[in-house]
């Protein structure tokens, strides 16, 4: 009898990193902006500041006290776009080499260079 091989998980690659300013483009949060806290790239997930927010219900340990503390949940990154910093509407994101060789990642919509 043969013997399964595990699956590999492959990397996705996404193109929102932590620092980046996005809005939300559906569910309950849709329309909201905030940015990027982490990046969950094996999940496809991202966290943003102020969205998504959810309630754990804590109990008490040495750590620190219990309680309802409100946090911020992953959310799918397709859910959300980058916001473009000329028309400052959302946009996709697209690479480009430039004449020093660095590949950056520009703006479709505008065609301006989103990377610092």
């Known amino acids: 009898m043969a013997t399964k091989t595990p699956e590999k998980r492959v990397r996705p690659k996404l193109r929102i990193k ?11 949060d849709r329309g909201k902006r905030g ?17 998504n927010i959810v309630k754990r219900h804590t109990r008490p340990s040495q750590a620190g006290s219990g309680g309802i503390v409100e946090k911020e949940a992953p959310i ?37 260079i989103i990377d610092r």
Do not use: C, F
Request: no cysteine; charged share 35%; aromatic share 2%.
């Open 76 to 112: 799918h990154v397709s859910n959300v776009a980058h916001i473009d910093p000329a028309s400052d509407r959302p946009t996709r994101v697209g690479y480009k080499t430039l004449e020093d060789g660095r590949k950056v990642r520009v703006a479709k919509r505008s065609g301006e």
């Open 35 to 51: 940015d990027v806290l982490k990046v969950m790239p094996m999940e496809s997930r991202v966290i943003v500041q102020g969205v």
């Open 18 to 28: 932590k620092g980046d300013r996005v809005e939300v483009l559906t569910g309950r």
